[in-house]
């Protein structure tokens, strides 16, 4: 019996609560400091983005108590382990967590009337994970009751009224006119303030995505019947001012100074996927949804390589003419190259044997390179979904990945070291800046706007009056997307100077599209 260890949490519940008011059956009364048959529904909590991140002692002591929790369940403390959460739930009173392994404790101990009470409490909460519901065993002696089969045959219910409470939650902390769009086959919902243009290019984009992974990663993701089962996402796409009001409100005010290196965060907890960009912030962060999907189906939990390996692995690719994916090589790919040429790039053993605090310790970059390196180098040999079913199927024996290696390449894992270690080698390095002689646009370029990157400043004289301005956004270069840093780079990298483009600009509103001849940078 293993207790859920997520320490994150998720609120307001009004709408979950009202549907499983609906479903309460007749029976013994709930005996917990709020009873669903004698008191009206809650207003609803205070909204996930707007609230206060706890504070750094709280923090720790509630991961204490988680630790002393998970010990209590696995030597059968279950009396020591409710009062440790009970404890608990005083710093993180609306953590859904705490709730299901309260359910957990209590019906261990017998008590299956509280136990369904907290279970309804943590479902309230952000509780969506049908399959963890349906296999603990901690859950035993509650699957008979009428309460718990209403729970189950209404799945879909709740996780449409989870979905609705979610954007009722966003539109009240994001200010301004946000656009409201949902895809119900990925089971998104996107919440934008970017203009229609480019909120239609990154639809497309992501359901691109989503058909790739569905072929080539997560067989039938998008087509399984059971996808009904799957929570579902709300995507934002802010305005630059909101963006940074909401990472004050998620990760505190010290949390500015450090924001460039922050494009998005998807919080697997509360569904929420936030991005300032709709390049590779957003498509890494989708692709964690999708990796996440998969494995709540599965009923595993992959360790950290396996889930920033296969998300970096989309932040750079290009588009077959049949749709699929084909990543590439990039700035990440450079730093193993490096890392490999000094005699510091260590074996895949390693990386999969590191747990998040060794992953994200120290030289996170570094660590983030060599998990998508090592998928690049999969996906190159045509490997990627088999090495994925191979891991998943063996799951049980090596959650770490490491002999997926050996049986899905069909040799030991050093000999893998090897091969991996001279396919590196071979890789170009990729332009990760524009430098003197090289194929520009001749104008200087920032971070701006979510769909391109914002003219700062023109640089060569024979573009004063032309057709840039400051304040442009550059949305495109013949179609290829230029909306951060790294894009630009990879697509001018592919040109020479005195080359003919066509350039896309949007000028607040307004779009066109602009015959350009690249200049040399100076």
């Known amino acids: 019996m293993k207790p859920r260890s997520i320490t994150r949490s998720s609120a307001h519940p009004g709408a979950i609560w009202t549907l499983l008011l609906a479903l309460a059956i007749p029976g013994p009364p709930i005996t917990s400091a709020q009873p669903a048959t004698a008191t009206p529904p809650p207003a609803p909590a205070e909204k996930t983005p707007a609230k206060k991140p706890p504070s750094e002692s709280d923090r720790r002591k509630a991961l204490e108590l988680e630790?002393?929790?998970?010990?209590?369940?696995?030597?059968?403390?279950?009396?020591?382990?409710?009062?440790?959460?009970?404890?608990?739930?005083t710093l993180q009173p609306d953590n859904f967590v705490v709730f299901y392994n309260l359910a957990c404790a209590l019906t261990a101990q017998g008590d299956t009337t509280e136990g369904m009470d907290f279970l309804v409490k943590s479902i309230e909460s952000g509780f969506d994970d049908l399959q963890t519901l349906k296999r603990d065993p901690s859950l035993t002696s509650l699957r008979?009751?009428?309460?718990?089969?209403?729970?189950?045959?209404?799945?879909?219910?709740?996780?449409?009224?989870?979905?609705?409470?979610?954007?009722?939650?966003?539109?009240?902390?994001?200010?301004?006119?946000?656009?409201?769009?949902?895809?119900?086959?990925?089971?998104?919902?996107i919440v934008s303030a970017v203009n229609e243009r480019s909120l239609d290019v990154a639809r497309e984009e992501l359901r691109l995505l989503g058909e790739w992974a569905g072929r080539e990663i997560f067989p039938g993701m998008l087509d399984d019947p059971l996808a009904v089962n799957d929570p579902w996402v709300v995507v934002v796409l802010p305005t630059r001012e909101d963006f940074v009001k909401?990472?004050?409100?998620?990760?505190?005010?010290d949390a500015i100074t450090g924001m460039s290196s922050i494009g998005g965060e998807y919080d697997h907890d509360t569904k929420l996927l936030i991005a300032q960009d709709l390049g590779s912030s957003l498509r890494h962060e989708f692709f964690h949804v999708l990796h996440w999907r998969s494995c709540m189906r599965l009923a595993q939990r992959h360790p950290i390589w396996i889930q920033e390996g296969l998300c970096s692995l989309v932040e750079d690719y290009t588009l077959a003419p049949d749709g699929s994916v084909r990543p590439q090589t990039s700035w990440r790919s450079n730093?193993?190259?490096?890392?490999?040429?000094?005699?510091?790039?260590?074996?895949?053993?390693?990386?999969?044997?590191?747990?998040?605090?060794?992953f994200m310790?120290?030289?996170?970059?570094?660590?983030?390179?060599?998990a998508r390196t090592a998928f690049l180098f999969l996906s190159d040999r045509g490997k990627l979904g088999s090495w994925y079913k191979t891991y998943t199927?063996?799951?049980?024996?090596?959650?770490?990945?490491?002999?997926?290696?050996?049986?899905?390449?069909?040799?030991?894992?050093?000999q893998v070291d090897l091969t991996m270690r001279g396919w590196v080698r071979q890789l170009d390095m990729v332009p990760e800046q524009i430098t003197s002689g090289m194929a520009s646009l001749g104008v200087e370029v920032e971070s701006g706007g979510a769909d391109g990157l914002q003219v700062t400043g023109i640089v060569d004289g024979r573009r004063i009056g032309g057709p840039f301005l400051n304040g442009d956004v550059i949305t495109d270069i013949d179609g290829r997307s230029t909306r951060d840093i790294a894009e630009l780079v990879r697509v001018l990298g592919g040109y020479k100077p005195g080359d003919k483009v066509q350039v896309g600009i949007r000028r607040g509103k307004r779009f066109k599209t602009e015959p350009i001849t690249l200049v040399a940078k100076r």
């Not at 630790?67 to 739930?89: C, H, M, T």
């Not at 730093?335 to 060794?358: D, F, T, Y």
């Not at 199927?393 to 050093?414: C, H, N, V, Y």
Request: proline share 3%; glycine share 6%; with cysteine.
């Open 144 to 189: 008979g009751r009428e309460q718990y089969k209403q729970i189950i045959e209404n799945w879909p219910a709740l996780l449409d009224a989870r979905r609705d409470a979610n954007i009722q939650s966003v539109k009240e902390f994001f200010s301004g006119s946000y656009s409201v769009q949902t895809d119900d086959r990925l089971r998104i919902v």
């Open 335 to 358: 730093i193993v190259k490096r890392l490999e040429r000094v005699g510091q790039l260590k074996g895949l053993e390693e990386l999969c044997k590191m747990n998040s605090n060794q």
């Open 67 to 89: 630790s002393k929790v998970i010990a209590a369940f696995s030597e059968g403390r279950f009396p020591d382990a409710e009062k440790l959460l009970r404890e608990q739930l």
């Open 246 to 253: 909401w990472i004050v409100s998620r990760h505190g005010a």
């Open 361 to 370: 310790a120290g030289r996170v970059l570094a660590s983030y390179a060599r």
């Open 393 to 414: 199927e063996s799951f049980a024996d090596d959650p770490s990945g490491l002999q997926a290696w050996e049986r899905t390449l069909g040799m030991p894992i050093k």
